[in-house]
């Protein structure tokens, strides 16, 4: 930010710079208090075996050792990377489909967007509660409709362990509307211009849309990637109120676990390696999306997020 | 919605078509074809994302029988509109409903006025180690929440804490979130700096630079972050689930996950639909009286919300 402010004294100054430091105090505090003392203490409490009752033992890096010996962690981070893989690009693709078609100067596009992202608002219990009962297998209106639309006997959903996942996914998508809203801004920003640009430059409407669209909003498609991939290793609510992570685990989301570790059989030890663990996967696959950006991410100097 | 439309095929309109072409090569006529078939998918879209509600709010109004029935009835004979008492009697929903009310105001409150006094002086006051700390705060919106989860439990365990309020609502007021803190910051810079001199002049000090001129400048910003939060607090689940013991403390959330897993609901689906149908009202009117605000927050911050 450059400021050009008359000259000032060097009190003034000093002045300032201790304002600075008051008015940001309370979350200098709540930083050290919330986030980095326990980020440190997490870390040291993986390296116990503390139950709440007895006291901490410190076992070094048993913990981890025994999270990669345990089929349950793998479980839970097959079904969490599984849902991620699958749910956050179909959402970005659907998303980014509706919008541009939304885009096409639709009637009523208000009331369309409106009723679109109705379902990120209403996320939580009773969303998961009123999906549980759509996919019951017997009188699920999903099933029922895959019954009287298209003559097909609908999977038992929830209660097929090869088909809960794709239940999860399912519902997911329902949620497009979210993304949807901001690549509909991100569309109605891009500059006329570089169309008839690209048009007198012969370009036809798949290239103009590849090479102007695509590439214009490309960094809030990459913004979303980002956080779709990190919203998933916080996936809880749905799992734990639909499926308690069954059939036989197959919906046993990383967060559920860890949950259960923590607050169900009393591990701290175990749970704070666990999310050490899904700290270094989420940085990880963080890291590789930004990396990879540079190839498919276009910034205008200074529009940069 | 202001700003411009643009198809995203970019033609413009009103070219004449020279002879020997045909009417359907008309881009007009094609223009309108494409328009219509946007359309289409566009209304299949919302009808998709509809019947869920619609789904939940008739099943609420039906009796047992009608719920069970195969193939289900989508309108029932009567309008059962003594379900929702009938739903609600048989748990204290009034009391739940005031405490997620005391949580969400509660942290509401902290939120604002602690995301906004930090945020002015990100963007007002310099410092030498500001830009530093502008960086750790920018580094803790990737910070995945598990990672201080444990401990965070551990602390608020140690201080008598586990079963109130307090871990729900005091970590507000300590910085207010760093995502409130960036987009109250942004939109603070958007402030003329002139007005802060002529403040200056009329010998305000710092401290009522922000409380007199730059809060009340920034209400759509302020209103926005608040919009967030409630939607945010009044759907958690995690949290409350961590923290509160006893029924008589429990959030909206956590009262239906318990009438609905505790078999309080007897399998009855209509009491299940319309507790569903309750815990959902407070948001969708929420987001129909500030739809526009809700709009315009998740464009400027790009986040789902």
């Given amino acids: ?261 923590a607050w169900q059989y009393f591990k701290m030890g175990y749970a704070s390696a666990l999310a050490w663990i899904a700290f270094v996967i989420i940085m990880a696959l963080t890291v590789v999306v930004i990396r990879s950006s540079p190839a498919w991410v276009y910034y205008e100097s200074g529009r940069g997020r | 919605m202001a700003g411009k439309t643009l198809t995203s095929s970019g033609r413009r309109t009103g070219t004449v078509p020279t002879q020997g072409f045909h009417w359907w090569q008309s881009k007009q006529i094609q223009q309108r074809f494409w328009r219509i078939v946007a359309l289409i998918i566009i209304l299949i879209g919302a009808a998709v994302i509809l019947v869920p509600f619609l789904w939940m709010l008739t099943t609420a109004l039906k009796t047992e029988t009608e719920t069970y029935a195969i193939p289900p009835k989508w309108i029932p004979d009567r309008l059962m509109w003594n379900n929702f008492p009938d739903a609600l009697r048989l748990l204290p929903f009034g009391t739940f409903f005031r405490n997620s009310a005391v949580i969400t105001f509660g942290s509401m409150l902290g939120a604002l006025l602690s995301s906004s006094i930090v945020a002015y002086a990100f963007a007002r006051l310099r410092a030498p180690e500001r830009d530093v700390l502008f960086i750790i705060l920018l580094a803790t919106l990737m910070l995945p929440g598990q990672v201080t989860l444990i401990p965070l439990y551990l602390l608020f365990n140690k201080m008598g804490w586990v079963n109130t309020y307090y871990p729900l609502i005091l970590p507000a007021y300590f910085g207010g979130g760093a995502f409130n803190v960036f987009l109250l910051r942004q939109f603070f810079m958007t402030v003329p700096l002139e007005m802060d001199d002529a403040a200056k002049i009329d010998g305000c000090g710092f401290f009522s630079i922000y409380w007199r001129l730059i809060l009340p400048l ?88």
């Fill in chain 1, 1 to 261: 930010m450059a400021v050009t402010v008359p000259k000032q004294s060097g009190v003034q100054t000093r002045k300032e710079a201790w304002a600075f430091r008051l008015f940001v105090s309370p979350w200098l505090l709540g930083f050290v208090l919330f986030t980095l003392g326990p980020m440190i203490a997490s870390f040291v409490i993986a390296m116990m075996r503390w139950n709440m009752v007895a006291a901490p033992v410190f076992v070094g890096l048993e913990n981890y050792q025994l999270a990669f010996s345990d089929p349950l962690f793998w479980k839970s981070l097959k079904v969490t990377l599984i849902y991620s893989f699958a749910s956050v690009p179909m959402g970005l693709v659907l998303g980014l489909f509706v919008a541009v078609l939304m885009n096409q100067k639709i009637p009523a596009m208000n009331v369309f967007r409106t009723i679109y992202y109705l379902p990120a608002v209403v996320s939580g219990v009773a969303v998961a509660i009123l999906w549980q009962l759509m996919f019951n297998s017997q009188w699920g209106v999903i099933n029922t409709l895959l019954r009287s639309v298209f003559d097909v006997k609908g999977p038992k959903w929830l209660l097929d362990e090869s088909w809960v996942l794709p239940a999860f996914i399912v519902m997911s998508l329902w949620g497009i509307g979210g993304g949807m809203v901001i690549y509909l801004a991100g569309l109605q920003s891009v500059p006329t211009d570089l169309y008839e640009a690209a048009e007198l430059d012969g370009a036809g409407p798949f290239k103009r849309f590849l090479y102007v669209t695509l590439a214009w909003i490309s960094p809030v498609i990459f913004f979303n990637l980002i956080m779709g991939i990190i919203g998933s290793f916080q996936s809880f609510t749905n799992s734990y109120i639909m499926t308690s992570g069954g059939p036989n685990n197959a919906s046993l989301f990383y967060l559920l676990y860890l949950y259960q570790n």
């Fill in chain 2, 218 to 305: 920034s209400k759509p910003a302020l209103g926005t972050v608040a919009i967030f939060h409630f939607m945010g607090h009044w759907n958690d689940f995690f949290t409350p689930l961590i923290y509160l013991n006893d029924v008589d403390k429990y959030t909206v959330s956590l009262g239906l996950a318990f009438f609905s897993g505790g078999g309080l609901s007897s399998g009855r689906l209509e009491w299940l639909m319309a507790a569903s149908v309750v815990a959902l009202l407070p948001c969708l009117i929420l987001f129909f009286l500030a739809q526009r605000m809700f709009i315009q927050g998740i464009v400027i911050t790009g986040v789902k919300g």
